[in-house]
């Protein structure tokens, strides 16, 4: 069994989980089964992730273990900017660190970006995440039916709206270069070794860049880690929470 918190003196440490794009604390299913006590956090209609991370600190206790999916990996980082002193333990999965790039290719990704969205209010959402889902797992999972239809509900239960605002937010994001190199606590850098959104060699840079981190790649395994391998991510989440925990996030 696993456990959710891990103490360090006289407190526990509880685990807080910030999922990514068009995700909701479903994603964290097997996560929240595994670790009793831990919860999800929820974005509504926030634009930016600096909203996105104000809303998961008004929920969050004193203290707490952060794990952040994605887009909920740079939600995380911005947590642990604005509140460095309740973050104990840090883990980011199939995320990224850079700004959107300049020039043409940064204005592809807008572009492909808009195009979803435009599908998702033609079309549906769930539509839009059949499109969407071709590049987010391990191609042999695309002929799992439980899995796809888990990811379909999932993003069927999101509005093209919301989906707007968290593309606003995933645009504007900002380079988070020099808070990884600062980063004081023990942290998990993992992905889906097949993740072609959010790849391998670029967990590698970020792990390079913290000084305490840990990394693990997921075998046969695209983006939606926690889902696609959801035993594998309990055994690496096990391992980064019984590392010694410190006083806080910022070295």
Request: charged share 25%.
């Amino acid at each position: 069994m696993c456990e959710d918190t891990i103490r360090t003196g006289p407190e526990v440490m509880p685990l807080l989980l910030l999922p990514g794009l068009m995700c909701d604390d479903r994603i964290w299913t097997p996560q929240l089964a595994a670790f009793p006590g831990a919860r999800a956090a929820a974005y509504g209609d926030a634009d930016s992730l600096a909203e996105m991370a104000r809303r998961a600190l008004a929920m969050a206790p004193a203290r707490f273990n952060l794990v952040g999916h994605s887009m909920g990996g740079r939600v995380a980082l911005e947590v642990v900017r604005r509140a460095p002193q309740r973050v104990t333990r840090l883990a980011l999965l199939d995320t990224g660190y850079r700004s959107r790039p300049d020039g043409s290719a940064g204005d592809d990704e807008r572009r492909r970006r808009l195009a979803l969205l435009a599908m998702a209010r033609m079309r549906g959402m769930r539509a839009m995440g059949r499109e969407w889902m071709r590049a987010m797992v391990h191609p042999d999972r695309l002929h799992d039916p439980a899995l796809v239809e888990a990811i379909l509900a999932m993003i069927g239960r999101q509005t093209p709206d919301s989906y707007a605002a968290q593309i606003d937010a995933l645009l504007a994001r900002p380079d988070v270069t020099d808070l990884l190199r600062g980063l004081g606590v023990p942290t998990l850098v993992a992905c889906g070794r097949q993740d072609a959104w959010s790849p391998l060699a670029q967990h590698e840079e970020i792990a390079a860049l913290v000084p305490r981190s840990r990394l693990v790649a997921f075998d046969d395994c695209g983006h939606m880690a926690p889902m696609e391998r959801p035993e594998a991510v309990a055994a690496a989440l096990t391992a980064w929470l019984a590392m010694p925990a410190t006083a806080s996030a910022t070295a």
